[in-house]
């Protein structure tokens, strides 16, 4: 297989990456005052292991080699743990737009971290593009209101949000550098478990004390959906599409997740974004643009 077809297919793999993880934050939103966020991720975590966990053993199986240095796992798993957690932390105190907008941030810091782990090197265009993205990303976070920019008013939400976003930035480029060669399956295996492992710890409390029967019925189809197809899905996707693109483009799609949330909140019946923000959103789209190019 050339190596334009394995790119072609890791553009593919995040263009959906896009459209699923859009959907998490128009349902988490929804979901995040109704569960505390590390019962909800030890959930899904817990779900996505078990769906991979039956791929693996009927696909490629757990080789002897793949638990080699088993530490990875753990450092990869206890990042998206945090990422996810604070995600749902920022959604409990910030509009779904706005804060998958802040996650537009995570490709220029992914670009440093790819720099600093593996030396990848970012173009001038890259970083015009990385610029764009970032004001287009800053506008929308304000809600296009330029005295709120001016003040720098940004919401708990938000803030939260962004901690977590450094997390995943450090995740992208640690995957090429830790991967020995693992099918995609089993290191998305062992990232979930890992993950599984860090958030149980951290949130036994909570786990124990949510009465899970009493749970509202969205907050079930918001974990199902995040577990199956914006934890499972795109752990794959993300880790597929790593290993063929370098880190600053496959971040790039990062860039399409809030116009995904508009559609996603349109599709659900809220009100649609309001003209000033969607400036801020088309920054982001010709960002992206500019870092596909060759």
């Avoid at 988490?28 to 590390?38: K, N, Q, R, Y």
């Avoid at 899904?44 to 039956?54: E, H, P, Q, Y």
Wanted: glycine content about 8%; charged content about 10%; proline content about 4%.
């Amino acid at each position: 297989m050339t190596s334009t077809t394995q790119a072609m297919r890791g553009h593919g793999a995040m263009l959906l990456f896009s459209v699923l993880v859009a959907g998490s934050f128009s349902l988490g939103s929804i979901a995040a005052p109704l569960i505390e966020p590390a019962a909800l991720n030890a959930t899904r975590f817990l779900v996505a292991s078990i769906i991979i966990g039956t791929l693996v053993f009927f696909g490629p199986g757990i080789k002897r080699e793949h638990l080699e240095a088993p530490w990875r796992y753990l450092l990869m798993g206890g990042l998206f743990a945090i990422y996810f957690v604070l995600m749902f932390e920022g959604l409990k105190r910030a509009p779904a737009i706005s804060t998958s907008a802040v996650f537009t941030l995570t490709p220029v810091m992914s670009a440093g971290f790819g720099w600093l782990l593996l030396r990848q090197i970012t173009t001038p265009r890259m970083a015009v593009a990385l610029a764009l993205a970032a004001a287009g990303a800053v506008w929308v976070i304000f809600r296009g209101d330029f005295d709120a920019i001016l003040a720098f008013n940004i919401g708990t939400g938000e803030t939260i949000f962004f901690f977590g976003c450094i997390a995943h930035a450090i995740y992208t480029p640690l995957v090429r550098k830790l991967s020995r060669g693992e099918p995609t399956l089993v290191f998305t295996l062992g990232t979930l478990l890992a993950g599984l492992l860090v958030l149980s710890i951290y949130g036994a409390k909570d786990i124990v004390t949510t009465d899970w029967l009493a749970l509202p019925a969205i907050v079930w189809i918001t974990i199902l959906y995040v577990a199956v197809f914006a934890s499972a899905t795109t752990f794959f996707l993300l880790q597929y599409a790593t290993l063929r693109l370098p880190s600053a483009k496959v971040m790039a799609y990062t860039y399409l997740v809030p116009a995904w949330v508009i559609v996603w909140e349109f599709a659900m019946g809220n009100r649609f974004v309001a003209l000033p923000v969607l400036a801020g959103i088309g920054l982001t789209v010709v960002a992206l643009l500019m870092l596909l190019k060759d």
